[in-house]
């Protein structure tokens, strides 16, 4: 284990405290930076600074906040618990070094895990869920929703088989991965109808966001099983545009944020989280820290859900 696997930010996620030692880690949920990806080309990796703009814009929500009211959640963040937020800081980043850099971002999501704590993964580009999942293969079974605008099941791009249109299917190949259930589906992006053909092959479970729309969020938690262990990987293109502008090509279409929120609350309900990434922030497009507020938001809604449903609960 490299020494400095991760570097302590200023200020942790919604002021929690910092813990860059994974070695000695004590917690329950556990939030890491992985401040980078796999670009295809220069001038692409525009997520790296994502993490850090996250923490920046979830002061808003902050420790003098933790105490109030929340009609969100009928109640105080933390319900009167006793449960232990960390921000560990982000993976040593090396963009002339990737395989290390990823390398150093499983070893770290490993040793959360191994503390018994739940990471909550901000990157970095949608190749981020590779090396995060990848960490899993002693902590299986686990069952991966994905929310994301596009399939990302391409297997390789320009000679790399782990960019950010692969993530899905590097992940189906995963033995510890049941099943992936791939959720948002809108629109055109790079995926070839032999992509999609592949993706069902896997036995990944597809649906557009118009079902979604259409049937509602109650319809789409009965198609994922109940009782399990869930990996939650979120791509913001996955969600409308006026909730998240802050990516690199906002279109139309998308999750609204209740159906986001209620999804990721749902699954809490459902079985338990156990990890989620959050991919694909381009900061430099935000509008008036919109997307910076609503990531924070739906990460602090997700973390109050989960400690609601006894996942931290000690005898």
Known sequence: MPEAMTIA???????APVHSDLATLEADIA???????????????????????????????GSSL?????????GELLDGRDVRVVDCGDVRSDPLDYPGTVERATEAVRMILQAGAVPI???GDDAVPIPVVRAYEESGPIHVVQIDEHLDFKDVVLGHGEGFSSPMRRISEMP???????????????ALTSDREDALAAENVLITEREVHERGV???????????DY??????????????????????????FHEGDDLLRGLAQRGRVVGVDLVEMVP????????GHSAGRLIINLIGAMIRSGQFDRA
């Open 31 to 61: 939030i890491l930076g992985v401040p980078c990806g796999m670009p295809y080309t220069i001038g692409q990796a525009r997520s790296t600074i994502a993490p850090a703009y996250i923490r920046e814009k979830s002061m808003r929500f």
């Open 231 to 256: 990996f939650v990987t979120i791509d913001l293109d996955g969600f409308d545009a006026t909730v998240f502008p802050c990516v690199s090509h906002p279109e139309p279409g998308g999750l609204n």
């Open 218 to 228: 109650e319809w789409l938690l009965e198609q994922i099983p109940a009782d399990c």
């Open 9 to 15: 930010p200023a200020r942790g996620f919604i002021n």
């Open 66 to 74: 933790l105490n109030r009211w929340s009609f969100d959640l009928g």
């Open 176 to 190: 510890w991965v049941e099943r992936s259930y791939q959720v948002a589906l809108h629109g055109q992006g790079s």
């Open 284 to 291: 430099e497009h935000d509008l008036h820290g919109l997307g």
């Open 121 to 123: 993964v901000f990157g």
